[in-house]
């Protein structure tokens, strides 16, 4: 018996938040057919324009049961009548799991659906959720998080990450393997890998530390104290913990760690270089402090990512050779 997908959309969706998951439970189904049917809804029904102008054709909200929910995220304030038979509709909702992508998390939060557990949205929505619904233990650093059979997911492109895990969960990391590959994206980025990336990259929600950051990449190898990183940013250490975390919602000392992590990462996938090696170049000195750092903050050991990269690499030959002379 197929699966039933509802995809909650509203008037100023954000069409990836909708289109995403979509497409991972599309491809999902050709790869094992008869897993899931998909069925857009909306309050109303009919056309829905999303914040980009386009519409998407919906059917009216209507009762269960279904096997998942997904609540799309956008400009969820653009009809305050959507939101609330939205949220009304969450709180008689017949599904084995419920989950949401980016600000969709709003919803399910007025809903009461969050209460008491842990969730994630879009960074830059974190603050303004956090005093709304405090009751809400918001982990704004994760790409996505699973509390019990309530899911919720970062910005945008987190909700592909966010199907592609509710499809292993259905039917195992092969087909979820598979459905990454169709749709030419990283099998799947796991669930504890931070957002901090974007906002840090842009060197704070206003640039004020662009320079800074661009300094600190350059100079990974060397011991980045928080005096030293006031010294170069022309602060007192307090203030420039301060007004840094104020700007990128980090700590110096977190930002340089996951900055530490990214180009260690990026050296694990990409290239032979041994661990030892990557370790001190990326500055965290020898191979168990930057183990307990990966296992901290992206939930697998350096080993894990290597493995799958070769893994990758594996498949690309494979497939080349493959292909027709």
């Known amino acids: 018996m197929r699966r039933q997908v509802a995809v909650v959309v ?12 979509t497409t991972v439970f599309e491809i999902a189904e050709r790869c094992r057919p008869h897993t899931y ?25 209507r009762d269960g049961p279904f096997d998942t929910v997904i609540v799309s995220g956008g400009e969820i304030i653009r009809s305050m009548e959507a939101m609330d038979e939205i949220v009304a509709w969450l709180r008689r909702a017949s599904a084995r799991r419920i989950s949401s992508v980016c600000t969709g998390a709003y919803l399910l939060a007025k809903a009461g659906l969050l209460d008491g557990r842990r969730a994630t949205t879009h ?7 956090h005093r ?35 499809v292993e969960d ?12 169709q749709i030419v994206v990283h099998q799947r980025r796991p669930g ?30 060397e011991p980045l104290t928080v005096e030293c990183l006031a010294d170069h940013a022309a602060m007192s250490p307090r203030n420039f913990a301060r007004a840094f975390t104020a700007e990128t919602g980090v700590t110096p000392a977190k930002a340089v760690e996951r900055m530490r992590l990214e180009t260690a990462r990026t050296a694990i996938e990409t290239s032979h270089l041994p661990l030892e090696r990557i370790a001190e170049t990326a500055g965290f000195g ?12 992206l939930g697998q050991p350096p080993q894990a990512f290597r493995a799958a990269a070769e893994h990758r690499e594996l498949q690309r030959g494979s497939q080349a050779a493959a292909l027709p002379a």
């Open 192 to 221: 504890g890998q931070s957002q901090f990336s974007a906002i840090v990259e842009l060197g704070g929600r206003t640039g004020r530390f662009a320079a800074l950051i661009e300094w600190v990449r350059a100079n990974l190898a």
């Open 132 to 166: 709304r619904y405090p009751k809400v233990s918001l982990d704004a650093e994760r790409i996505f998080i699973r509390d019990g059979d309530i899911w919720t997911s970062a910005g945008i492109s987190a909700g592909i990450d966010l199907a592609l895990a509710l």
């Open 37 to 61: 049917e998909l069925t857009l809804l909306a309050p109303g029904g009919g056309d829905v324009e999303s914040s980009s102008g386009l519409k998407l054709l919906t059917r009216p909200l």
């Open 170 to 181: 259905d039917l195992g990391a092969e087909v979820a393997r598979r459905t990454a590959q």
């Open 123 to 129: 960074w830059a929505s974190s603050d303004d959720f």
């Open 10 to 21: 509203h008037p100023g969706f954000q069409l990836l938040d909708a289109a995403g998951p």
């Open 286 to 297: 020898d191979p168990g402090r930057m183990r307990r750092a990966f296992l901290r903050t």
